[in-house]
């Protein structure tokens, strides 16, 4: 078994990271730059190194990190969500020099991570994708024509893209010529490759995805799925497990669907396979994320397992603990993203300190969070600061509770997402289970706030008790 893990990310997703090497007696190791001194992650860890004084680049700094774990004793590295988490170098790095790297092998990441390479992947494989470019795009010319064989609209998209960057609909030619070079420098300014491919624009489409679990002895199972359709720029807000748009037969469909894409590429640890699922009932594959994912706690909730422990004894060689037949669910889970924004101001970042944090609780209710009362969130990174996470027996249960909680939870200094969550449940449309990746842009109203808050009242007396205790 493995002993001591570097974790080589920031913020909720380390804490997460932390909190499950405790639970398995191992010794958890962080790192932080200067902006991040104060990180919750910081004090959470066993032990903790300083990266340096730049914020992005101490944590994406591959021979920095590697060198720091062998220097701390460590036999393996878990890189979160974002930051290295993707990048093959650095799976490549960790080999070479014996530290375990917790994710899938060097080549499967770079494979997947190039997504017409991942879509001839699993054409070969059998598994259906959005029609779209067999390869990159090379002229304007050249996807004029491609959009005339595919029919309008069409989405243009970074080839290495991720974070819900790069993607852009075109509805006629004109908008094509105009996005194609947007397109390209945006991939090229947020991921350093200019290369971009087309799809076909799925109309209002759910975003299905099925959570992956594989070892390094042949076995692959799935988790279930988590619907994400409830998105703002194809960015996640919200995320349900199970999705209650589908019936069982389709949920088992796309189950089989993922495991089949797993198996096609020789995966191995956690990963996550995307769908896209039209109005007629037809599944897309998307695209392959090979490792943790935001959204993962969902998922844990209505099955039980700790996604982040498996992943951890998979990269220690052992086999799954589960078949399939023994993965059972219960009841429905949502996870709301707490960003450190305005909704009233176009979602504008909100940084700055919390001068004052409830946490929510009771029956149910999980956050993951990095925040803490006096916490000043940094500028540099983003903007989500905390999960809440609810489970509920029944839908019309989840609803309910998830309401309540987001109004049990207190967020004071920055403006949060909070406010704006609580309009979507009072959706009608949302309560039904009827909703897609249009959403959002549909309801504009989800900013004009009408739910009252009682932790407002409770910060006011708070504010007014201290106030008196010091005599002001
Ligand atoms: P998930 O797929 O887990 O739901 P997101 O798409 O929201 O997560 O991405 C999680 C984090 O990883 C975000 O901070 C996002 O900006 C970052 N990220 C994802 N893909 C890439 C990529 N290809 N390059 C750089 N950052 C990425
Ligand atoms: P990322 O790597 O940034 O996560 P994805 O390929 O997963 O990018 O797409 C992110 C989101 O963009 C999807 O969840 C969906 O809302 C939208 N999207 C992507 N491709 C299409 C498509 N072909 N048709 C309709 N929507 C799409
Ligand atoms: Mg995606």
């Given at each position: 078994m493995l002993k001591k893990i570097l974790i080589a990310n920031r913020g909720e997703i380390a804490v997460r990271i932390i909190r499950a090497c405790a639970e398995m007696e191992l010794t958890s190791v962080a790192v932080y730059t200067d902006a991040d001194r104060y990180g919750l992650h910081v004090k959470k860890a066993d032990e903790s190194y300083s990266i340096g004084p730049d914020s992005l680049a101490g944590y994406l700094n591959v021979h920095r990190m590697v060198n720091l774990a062998r220097a701390a004793g460590c036999d393996a590295i878990h890189p979160g969500y974002g930051f290295l988490s993707e990048n093959p170098q650095f799976a490549l790095t960790c080999a070479r020099h014996g530290i375990q790297f917790i994710g899938p092998d060097a080549e499967v990441i770079r494979r997947m991570g190039d997504k017409v390479e991942a879509r001839r992947a699993m054409i070969a494989a059998g598994v259906p994708v959005v029609p779209g470019s067999e390869g990159n795009l090379n002229t304007v010319e050249e996807a004029v024509s491609m959009a005339e064989q595919i029919g309008y609209p069409v989405m243009l998209k970074a080839t290495t893209g991720g974070g819900g960057r790069g993607i852009r609909r075109c509805d006629d030619v004109e908008s094509l010529r105009r996005n194609y070079e947007r397109v390209r420098s945006e991939a090229t300014k947020a991921f350093g490759n200019t290369e971009i491919f087309m799809e076909k624009a799925i109309i209002n489409p759910r975003h299905i995805e099925v959570q992956i679990l594989a070892d390094r002895h042949g076995n692959v199972i799935h988790l279930f799925e988590r619907d994400c359709s409830i998105q703002r720029r194809h960015q996640k807000l919200v995320e349900i497990a199970p999705s209650p748009q589908l019936t069982e037969a389709?949920?088992?469909?796309?189950?089989?669907?993922?495991?089949?894409?797993?198996?096609?590429?020789?995966?191995?640890?956690?990963?996550?396979?995307?769908?896209?699922?039209?109005?007629?009932?037809?599944?897309?594959?998307?695209?392959?994320?090979?490792?943790?994912?935001?959204?993962?706690?969902?998922?844990?909730?209505?099955?039980?397992?700790?996604?982040?422990?498996?992943?951890i004894r998979i990269a220690a060689g052992l086999p799954l603990r589960y078949r399939q037949e023994e993965i059972t669910r219960r009841g429905f889970a949502i996870e709301f993203r707490i960003n450190a924004e305005d909704p009233k101001n176009d979602f504008l970042p909100s940084f700055g300190r919390i001068t004052r944090y409830f946490a929510p609780g009771g029956p149910g209710v999980r956050t993951d969070g990095a925040i803490y009362t006096g916490y000043e969130i940094p500028p540099h990174y983003d903007s989500m600061c905390a999960k809440l996470i609810i489970w509920a027996l029944d839908w019309e249960g989840l609803i309910h509770r998830a309401s309540r909680t987001l109004r049990d939870m207190g967020v004071y200094g920055v403006k949060t997402t909070i406010p704006y969550y609580l309009e979507i449940l009072r959706s009608e449309q949302f309560r039904q289970g009827e909703f897609d990746t249009g959403f959002v842009e549909a309801h504009p109203e989800f900013t004009h706030y009408s739910v009252r808050r009682p932790t407002r009242e409770i910060a006011a007396v708070i504010a007014a008790a201290l106030v008196a205790h010091k005599g002001l």
């Open positions: 389709q949920r088992q469909y796309v189950g089989e669907l993922a495991v089949k894409a797993a198996r096609a590429v020789n995966y191995e640890n956690a990963g996550t396979v995307e769908f896209l699922l039209d109005h007629e009932g037809a599944f897309y594959f998307m695209e392959m994320n090979t490792r943790l994912q935001v959204e993962h706690p969902v998922t844990e909730m209505i099955t039980g397992i700790d996604i982040v422990q498996e992943q």
